[in-house]
């Protein structure tokens, strides 16, 4: 039973990765562009909470009705104003403007809210939970978390397959220069992808910085999460990134079973055997250009 508890936990853990993963799959599969600040804005995110919390006392659950809109109008702004300038055939500029960015946020935070160590108070959802059996229990929060991720992919799907804004998205995707031809405004689409890419960041930052603590410092470390759950799943799989999720969590879960300090570890290696044995990941949707 206690190994069936462990797997549970990380296909719960599973789902905050996925969160970390889904607007990152969403940007590349949009517009080809690598985002090295994606972690260090899911903290972002978690400040701004944190920020809320402090400021107004209010629930950070129910703060996400301003930071949601808040995180997308950054990143529509970023996008439009930024980003767009360096969008071409050469992969380098996105990077090392979004690696700069990466570095202008830690510093802005560890300039505006120090070092330490932070934390968001949920009250009792921290530790609710559905007891099943005597030795397994379901926390309320993670599984808050779980349905969310699913309930987010299962939206972008219905945006990616059934509107225009999709219809639109997998257009610039698929060739963007004969997408501007038929009247695509690219930059405003791209504008709006990150948008939405944003908006998710939103919820996996605030859902971060209820479960466990954060400082400035930690972007990196979410980024290389959602990395590897995107790699695992396959790039341009939105259910592949959940998945990947999930088995990330799962192994992280399992590896601390072993050992406290090989959770980390076991889901290191856990995406190096994907990799090694499906180098396109488990539900690959992108083609060769």
């Known amino acids: 039973m206690e190994w069936l508890d462990a797997i549970i936990q990380g ?10 993963a889904t607007g990152l799959s969403l940007i590349f599969g949009v517009m080809r562009l690598v985002n090295i600040a994606h972690g260090d804005l899911i903290v972002l995110s978690a400040f ?3 920020a809320m919390f402090n400021g107004t006392g209010v ?17 529509y702004a970023l996008q439009r104003g930024i980003l767009n300038l360096t969008l071409g055939r050469d992969i380098l500029p996105p990077l090392l403007v979004t690696f700069g960015l990466s570095i202008i946020i830690q510093n802005v935070l560890l300039e505006v809210f120090s070092a330490d160590t932070q934390r968001l108070k949920a009250g009792a959802l921290e530790t609710a939970s559905i007891a099943i059996g005597d030795q397994i229990a379901i926390g309320w929060f993670p599984l808050i978390v779980f349905l969310s991720a ?16 999709g219809t639109a998205f997998r257009a610039t995707s698929d060739d963007h220069e004969t997408a501007a031809l038929m ?10 992808a990150m948008a939405l890419a944003l908006a998710v960041v939103a919820l996996a930052g605030t859902f971060m910085a209820i479960r466990t603590n954060f400082s400035p410092a930690i972007g990196p470390a979410r980024l290389l999460y959602a990395f590897e759950a995107v790699i695992i799943g396959g790039l341009g799989s939105l259910w592949g990134t959940l998945a990947g999720g999930v088995i990330l969590g799962v192994a992280q879960a399992i590896g601390a079973k072993f050992h406290p300090g090989g959770q980390i570890l076991a889901g290191h290696v856990a995406f190096l055997i994907v990799l090694v044995l499906r180098p396109n990941g488990l539900f690959p949707r992108t083609r060769d250009r």
Do not use: C, E, K
């Open 11 to 20: 296909v719960l853990l599973g789902g905050l990765y996925a969160l970390f």
């Open 48 to 50: 701004l909470g944190l």
């Open 59 to 75: 629930h950070p659950l129910i703060s996400l009705i301003v930071i949601v809109p808040v995180m997308a109008g950054i990143g």
């Open 150 to 165: 699913v309930g987010v992919i299962a939206l972008l799907q219905l945006v990616l397959f059934r509107t225009r804004l």
């Open 183 to 192: 009247g695509i405004d690219n930059r405003h689409v791209f504008g709006l």
